[in-house]
Each structure stands twice: as structure tokens, then as C-alpha cells.
């Protein structure tokens, strides 16, 4: 039996991560996943992950929610991929301590990466217009993540200043 596309997935944006880390100072944390817990003892989490992001990228707030769905059938996420009770941490989560909350989607048939605003399964339909906030195509082939390109667009689309100059406005400001 083949393995799930989407733990496929989420160990592939784990070694992204870490290549955004080397190049960016990007900081992320995996939450223990509920699922492949022992005897389900992790409850639910909020997300797949809780991000950092350095000084200087594009978002107000620089730490964000996470959640990573992939697909081996459909073309762009559906509303069904995210569970309730991801639903339910996506309103409280977001809401209560006002941190963004992405949804990144890897379609294997479509070889597309999607960012999503993770409000948008909170509420009616999902509307690519209102919604989808960056594609990336040619992401990857089937199951297999372009790893390098990737990491290229999340750089480009969080705005990530290279870490060289990271480093230095932060010692500038801590000495």
C-alpha cells in the first residue's frame, strides 16, 4: 500500500522549510500530528505547523498557522480536505490570537502549489478569486515536490530578505 499523499507531502515541505531556514532564518515547528500519535494520545492541533517568519517579509504579523493538504485526485483544494474540528481551531485559533492561518495545497495531478487564506473553509464556498492568494505551477511531478522551486516561491511570496541581511539588522539592533 502506498503512502499517504499527504504525509508525503508534509515531509517534503519539512525539507523546504529547511532549505528556507539555511537561506532565510524561516523558523518553523511541526505539531505532533493526532493521527500517528500512540493510541491517539496527542489531541487535535490547531495546525500542521506554526511558522516564523524574520524581520522584513510580508506579512504584519510574522508568525502564521500552517496546514498542509495535498491531493492525488483533485486539481485545487476542496472545502471537504479540511476537517471540523480544523475548521473549529481555524475560527478560534485565528480569531482569538489574530494569527494568520495558510492553508498550502499540492495537487499531484495538476503539479500546482496553492496558497489559501485558511479563513475561506470557515466560511461558503471557496472562491479562487477571493481566496487563493498565490499558484505556483510545474511544482512538482506526482508525488514528487520540486523542493527547490518551492522554497524559491515561498521566499518570494513571504518576501524573505536573504539571511546575510537578516542577520545583520537584527545584531544591529541587538548588539
Known sequence: ???????????QLQDVFRKLNDRHLLQ??????HKRSAGGAVG?????????????????????FLEAKASDKYDSLQKSMVRASQRGFIN???????????????????????IW???CVTRG???KSHHLLATLPNA??????????VADFLATHFALPPKAI??????SRNP
Open 28 to 33: 518553523w515547528h511541526a505539531f505532533p500530528d
Open 1 to 11: 500500500m502506498s503512502a499517504d499523499i499527504g504525509d508525503v507531502f508534509e515531509k
Open 166 to 171: 537578516t542577520l545583520t539588522q537584527y545584531q
Open 117 to 119: 487564506d485558511g479563513q
Open 140 to 149: 512538482g511531478s506526482g508525488r514528487t515536490l520540486n523542493q527547490s522551486a
Open 92 to 114: 478560534t485559533w485565528g480569531g482569538l490570537i489574530d494569527l494568520p492561518y495558510l492553508i498550502v495545497f499540492y495537487s499531484a495531478p495538476a503539479n500546482t502549489l496553492e
Open 125 to 127: 464556498r471557496l472562491s
Open 44 to 64: 487535535n492541533q490547531p495546525s500542521d505547523y506554526l511558522v516564523g517568519l524574520p524581520p522584513g517579509s510580508s506579512l504584519e504579523q510574522r508568525m502564521i
